[in-house]
């Protein structure tokens, strides 16, 4: 099951990277920019490279070193995906990443958001369900189809903006 998981994650990093990549190249507002974002909860801390504020915020932050490579300090001179490798609490992410082919993605040419699962997110996940969902109501009907350039999980729900 954990290698079915990876894959999922895997899918999951796929598409987000995807919609994100494509957001920024369209030219459209991205949720930092957004006056009013519907749930702040879920935004991101603002990239270095966005001249923003870099405060780390959150109660996950008290697990993340005080200094070495997988410090905040530490972690900041490396790219996402070597960044991550450093941080125990992110290996199954970094496994989905590797499994995924994302390695070379992550440590390239940014600025990226990254919404990074910790392991124990993953270990969330309902591992007797061969049911993929999204956001735990919409089924994946048909997954993996691949196109010349995306790989496809066809939906039975349309997803509408939080």
Request: proline share 7%.
């Amino acid at each position: 099951m954990r290698t079915s998981r990876i894959r999922l994650a895997g899918l999951g990093i796929v598409a987000a990277l995807s919609l994100t990549a494509a957001a920024c190249s369209s030219g459209t507002k991205s949720a930092s920019s957004n006056p009013t974002p519907a749930a702040p909860t879920t935004m991101a801390a603002p990239s270095p490279a966005s001249g923003l504020s870099t405060t780390n915020f959150g109660p996950g932050c008290a697990a993340v070193p005080n200094d070495g490579k997988g410090s905040f300090s530490g972690m900041a001179q490396d790219p996402a995906a070597t960044a991550a490798s450093n941080n125990p609490a992110l290996s199954t992410l970094v496994a989905a990443v590797k499994a995924a082919g994302l390695v070379d993605t992550l440590n390239g040419t940014g600025p990226f958001t990254v919404f990074a699962p910790t392991n124990d997110a993953f270990a969330k996940i309902d591992k007797a369900g061969d049911t993929i969902t999204v956001n735990g109501q919409t089924a994946v009907v048909c997954g993996n189809v691949q196109t010349a350039n995306a790989t496809v999980q066809i939906i039975d729900t349309v997803l509408m903006p939080g």
